[in-house]
């Protein structure tokens, strides 16, 4: 079974651009996931995805936005870069109890934003 | 205010020898935990997890414990090798807030030789 798989896995964007990173989950997956880590603050909870519908968001300026589609792939988007968007942006998916799942979240390798 | 980076706290251990790498969770209402390992340039990789309702679980080489009296858990890994080094990190959530974890600051792991 294929894992989570995100791309790009590297970028390099300039301050003021905008990104759009994407997620493809484990087959079957309905939850999608976001997380920011960085050396600084560690990892940080974005949004929660199932079913299109977001479900969860953290305390993120609203630059950070995501989406997902009906297949459960999902995309991030951060516009008006700034230089502290620079970060590891980490996608789980999860089967949920409800789909007889246990919660836990499964990681893709992440992409790593670079703002200059 | 001024982010301040964050202290890795870290372990060296031998080869062959026991770890044990504890977090304190913030939240008593957290009923579901996980631990993670991260190794450099990879994402988390699930290692085990334990429900609020147990106080032990074990898996291959590893056992995790759950004290909700103090808030803490403990990740015990038996007979480390080099493989193991890596970064730890225990996450917790709450039921109500569905896929919402809380991740902890992370331990580096060291294995020597």
């Known amino acids: 079974k294929a894992g989570v798989t995100q791309t790009p896995r590297y970028l390099i964007k300039t301050r003021g651009q905008q990104v759009t990173l994407s997620c493809s989950p484990i087959s079957g997956h309905r939850s999608v996931s976001w997380y920011q880590q960085t050396p600084g603050q560690g990892l940080q909870f974005l949004f929660e995805?199932?079913?299109?519908?977001?479900?969860n968001k953290g305390n993120f300026p609203g630059r950070f936005s995501g989406r997902q589609f009906s297949n459960s792939r999902s995309e991030m988007n951060v516009s008006t870069l700034e230089l502290g968007d620079s970060a590891l942006y980490l996608c789980?998916?999860?089967?949920?109890?409800?789909?007889?799942?246990?919660?836990?979240?499964?990681f893709g390798e992440g992409s790593r934003l670079t703002v200059l | 205010g001024e982010s301040v980076g964050l202290h890795l706290p870290t372990l060296s251990v031998q080869e062959g020898d026991n770890s044990i790498i504890n977090c304190a969770y913030s939240?008593?209402?957290?009923?579901?935990f996980i631990w993670y390992k991260q190794e450099s340039g990879k994402g988390p990789q699930f290692i085990i997890d334990?429900?609020?309702?147990?106080d032990k679980r074990q898996g291959q080489r590893v056992t995790v414990l759950l004290n909700k009296t103090v808030k803490h858990l403990s990740l015990q890994i038996a007979a480390t090798q080099p493989g193991d080094s890596a970064v730890y990190f225990c996450?917790?959530?709450?039921?109500?807030?569905?896929?919402?974890?809380?991740f902890g600051t992370g331990t580096s792991l060291t294995v020597i030789p």
């Open positions: 789980a998916s999860s089967l949920t109890l409800g789909q007889g799942g246990s919660g836990e979240l499964f």
């Open positions: 334990i429900r609020s309702n147990m």
């Open positions: 939240n008593s209402a957290s009923d579901y």
């Open positions: 995805y199932f079913s299109e519908t977001q479900r």
């Open positions: 996450a917790e959530n709450i039921g109500w807030l569905r896929n919402q974890f809380y």
